[in-house]
Structure formats: structure tokens, C-alpha cells
């Protein structure tokens, strides 16, 4: 097993209870103990956006968080959303356990960590818990780099397995010019659901920047809870692709599967610089 990255726990403002995770020198997850729905991060923004368009305001829903970090999301859902039963997934024990000791989870929460590889525990039958999330966030990370067992078609066909009928599935991803994996991850999405969205920084359509990706897919419609308008919180508002735009950005980018899959590139990655100032995918 390779070794894990090492993880540091910052306190940024003892006033909020405010605190940073890094992992491998990348910021994870920033999590206020005082008001768990401040959200630092733009990526957490937006899935909390759609999940917070996704069934009516404060009503419980069954969630399951693939990679937790800090717990920020499950944290908003827990104070958005009373009574909402939440699974997190976590491969670590020992960091989980050391983070939560610094920083616990809210009194009266209904949230479960399973520990262990996401895909194994996706994978079991004889899993103590029942799973049948209402909504799934694929956050799996090892530091700046997704591996390749956790996005492929059968990694996701695993996924589905635990969703809920129509259910709304939220990836955070990292790309940049070029968007190759980010394509790849929604062509493999779009042949398991109906309907499939990007979300993207406005200032990466110029296909020089680098930064996260989230993709959204269900077989329920996606335009009111990943709309412009959900998302118009956001400074500048993020680029949304839905419906014909999400397939021009999709192009003829293939269907990963176990025997095409890769681990996602890192930031520095010589394979950006490559693409850069190319035409945006979804033009």
C-alpha cells in the first residue's frame, strides 16, 4: 500500500474555530467550528449549491461522501439539513480519527465513517450498512492526485450500486487547458446517467488555468440545481454546461474503463502546458 501523503491541521481564526487541511502541501478542506456553512473553497460551494436546490430547503436526505477531509460538506449538511442520515468513506483511520479529536463532528449528527478503500467498501456485499444515498460526492484525492481505481466505469457502476433512483452524484475534479481527464470523466459518467453537467471557474474557459472541475449526473434533471442561477453566489458566477454544451465538452473523449484509467495529472504537470490557449472544449 502506498504511503499516505503527510496531512496538516491549521488553525486559521480562533475566534470562528476556523481550520485548514493540507494534504502533500494542497489545501484540502477548510472547516469553521462555529458556523459550519461557511464554505471557503469554490468547489464546496458549488456542491453545496446543488444539493441545497436539490430537494427542498432543510429536508433530511440520505448522503454519502466518497474522501471526507475536514468534513466541511457533511458538516453544511448536517446544520443545513436536520436529520439527514450522511455515510463518509475515509481510508485512513488513524489521521480521521487524530482530525476528528481537534475538530468534532456538531452534536445530534447522524453521520457514519466507514473506513477503508472506497472502491473495496463499494464493492462489498456484506457491508454493515445499508447505502442509499439520496445524494454521492466523489471527492477521493491522495494528495493532489486521483487514482485511477477510483475513476473508471466500473469504479461508478460500483458507485450506482448505492445511489438512490434518480439521485444526484457531484465529482470534484482538477484539470486544466486541454481539460483531457476532466472530458474522460464526463464521457464515462454519460454513458451510466441521462443527463451530465461541468462546473468550471469562468476564468478557466480561457484554457490557461488550472482548478477544479465538478461534475454533476443523475437520471433526474440536473438544470435546477446546477443553473447559473443556483450557482449566482459565486463571484463571478462559475461556467455551467448542461445539455448540448456538457456533450461539445465531451467531445470524442472516450469512456475510461480499469483497463484505460489513469491517475489524474498533477498540477505541474508538463501535459497542461502542452494545451495551453487551445480552443475551449465546449466552444
Partial sequence: MPAQPPTELTLVDAATGTWLLTVDGVLQSQVSLTDPTVLEFDYVRVIARAIDAWAAPGVPLSVAHLGGGALTLPRYVAATRPGSVQWVVERDEELSRAMLAVL????????????????????RADLDVDVCADV????????????????????????????????????????????????????????????????????????TEIGNV??????????????????????????????????????????????????????????????AGEPWPAA
Avoid: K
Fill in 214 to 275: 465538478v461534475l454533476f449526473a443523475s437520471d433526474s434533471p440536473l438544470g435546477f440545481a446546477v443553473s447559473t442561477g443556483s450557482l449566482s453566489a459565486e463571484t463571478p458566477p462559475p461556467r455551467v454546461l448542461i445539455g448540448d454544451e456538457a456533450h461539445r465538452f465531451i467531445g470524442n473523449a472516450p469512456v475510461v474503463t480499469d483497463a484505460t484509467a489513469s491517475d489524474s495529472p498533477p498540477p505541474d504537470e508538463e501535459h497542461f502546458r502542452a494545451h
Fill in 104 to 123: 468534532p463532528l456538531p452534536a445530534g449528527h447522524d453521520i457514519c465513517l466507514l473506513y477503508g478503500d472506497a472502491r473495496d467498501l463499494a464493492a
Fill in 136 to 207: 454521492t460526492v466523489v471527492d477521493l484525492w491522495a494528495g493532489a492526485v486521483i487514482s485511477a481505481r477510483v475513476a473508471s466505469l466500473e469504479f461508478y457502476v460500483l458507485v450506482t450500486r448505492r445511489m438512490a433512483p434518480g439521485a444526484l452524484l457531484a465529482v470534484n475534479l482538477l484539470d486544466g487547458p486541454g481539460f483531457v481527464y476532466s472530458r474522460g470523466q464526463a464521457a464515462t459518467l454519460a454513458a451510466l446517467f441521462t443527463n451530465v453537467a461541468v462546473v468550471v471557474r469562468h476564468d478557466m474557459t480561457s484554457n
